[in-house]
């Protein structure tokens, strides 16, 4: 299992650094113990945020419901809970 993957009991927690501001809404290489999403949208009034859980929700194919910022709102260093997947759907879809 990839290091930024961690099983939760509602699903699978994912360990992100996020990069606002970026050209294109994308997920990026792993860095480390965390994996790389830049989002266009700018680090005010949580838009990014935002971006973030519409970006892990389009890639899963799940609603924005599923996906839960669990950690650092307001730090570029975050963690994601996507609900009703296991670390090993994850870590199929992102190797795609």
């Not at 927690?13 to 994308?26: G, M, Q």
């Not at 892990?56 to 994601?80: D, Y």
Request: include cysteine; charge should be positive.
């Amino acid at each position: 299992m990839k290091p930024f993957l961690k099983a939760h009991p509602d699903g699978t927690l994912v360990s992100l650094k996020v990069v606002p501001r970026a050209s294109k809404n994308e997920i990026g290489e792993a860095l480390g113990n965390e994996l790389k999403v830049k989002v266009t949208a700018p680090p005010v009034d949580s838009a990014a945020n935002r971006a973030l859980v519409e970006l892990i929700a389009e890639t899963f194919g799940r609603p924005k419901s599923c996906v839960t910022l669990i950690r650092g709102e307001a730090s570029r260093h975050k963690i994601v809970l996507v609900k009703g997947l296991t670390p090993e759907q994850v870590e199929l879809r992102f190797s795609k």
